[in-house]
């Protein structure tokens, strides 16, 4: 916090005032006629009432009065830095594969599904100021969250992300387009989809070709990631082998059509490193926003002084009245 002064000058005047409240303090009440008594002792043991005590008051309300009414004049400010909201970040929408083909174990201890949202509950820990939707697709696509700064209410429905919430397939083209379609009238530096996937497209009405076409044609950045190892493990319970990825080529050239980049990922810890990789290249530079809030304290003052003298004045000629 930082007081300034827009006219220092005025402060001068409390030099002024100071000599001025001497003289009176001094020499005030000596033209004043006194009155004569034979002893004083006996008032000297007398009590002083409270008014009596309070005597001072309307000579301390004047003082209070003009060095209000002379700082006043001085326009005194004072400005503190403020935090705003955060500045404008970008905007980013995870896509995130939901068919059966996810439970395989070839990743880690826990499935494909699992891990990636793991990492992606890392990822939007380490976001600050970026609007992030949540896309989850199989055979269909389906919009789990819009653009929202609300980190926590995104980590709680990512939790609630799972299989069978809609028919088996992998709709990369669907997918990919229902997160464009999030981003289409979003205002952000930049907008970017991050999309998830282990196979190859094959289901959905839209090829992934034509929803890479509209991501480019909205300035629209698509990060793909295929999760899976080679020599995949079987699913949970089942006796076969996840299937293979075949989709490489596929997310390649949506990537290079958008001007972002392809990853494999083939372990957690890749693709936690592949996440922290998309981070520092669509990373938000502004951070919050700040500003200064500057407060002008001179009318405050100037109230205050004018309240003082109305007190001053008030008890002078009522309550503490002076005889001479």
């Known amino acids: 916090m930082l007081l300034r002064f827009a006219a220092p000058g005025f402060l001068l005047l409390l030099l002024a005032a100071t000599a001025i409240f001497y003289w009176q303090l ?44 002379v700082v006043g004049l001085a326009r005194p400010t004072v400005s503190r830095p403020v935090e705003a909201s955060p500045g404008a970040g970008i905007d980013i929408v995870l896509a995130l594969d939901i068919s059966s083909s996810m439970s ?40 789990v969250s819009p653009l929202s700064l609300d980190y926590p209410i995104l980590l709680g429905l990512l939790d609630d992300v799972n299989f069978g919430r809609l028919p088996d397939g992998t709709a990369i083209g669907h997918g990919l387009a229902t997160a464009v379609n999030l981003l289409r009238d979003a205002k952000g530096k930049s907008r970017v989809v991050i999309l ?25 950045k698509a990060y793909t990631i ?62 919050q926003q700040k500003f200064v809030e500057v407060i002008d304290l001179g009318f405050y003052l100037f109230l205050g002084g004018v309240v003082a003298l109305l007190l001053e004045s008030l008890l002078r000629n009522s309550w503490l009245r002076r005889a001479p």
């Open 104 to 143: 395989a174990t070839d990743l880690g201890v826990r499935n494909r599904l699992e891990t990636a949202k793991n990492v992606m509950r890392e990822f939007l820990a380490n976001r600050t100021g970026d609007r992030v939707g949540l896309v989850g697709f199989a055979s269909e696509a389906v919009t």
């Open 196 to 220: 998830l996937t282990d196979g190859e497209n094959n289901a959905g009405e839209i090829a992934p070709g034509t929803a890479a076409k509209m991501a480019q044609a909205l300035n629209i």
């Open 226 to 287: 295929l999760v899976g190892a080679s020599g995949n493990r079987p699913r949970p319970g089942s006796n076969r082998p996840a299937p293979a990825s075949p989709g490489e080529e596929t997310l390649q050239q949506i990537s290079d059509a958008t001007g972002a980049a392809f990853f494999r990922a083939t372990d957690e810890e890749t693709l936690r490193q592949i996440y922290e990789s998309i981070g520092r290249l669509e990373k938000t530079e502004t951070g």
């Open 26 to 69: 001094r020499f005030g009440r000596a033209g004043e006629p006194p009155l004569r008594f034979s002893s004083l002792r006996v008032a000297g043991l007398m009590v002083r009432s409270f008014r009596q005590r309070l005597r001072p008051l309307p000579g301390i309300l004047r003082a209070i009065a003009l060095v209000l009414l």
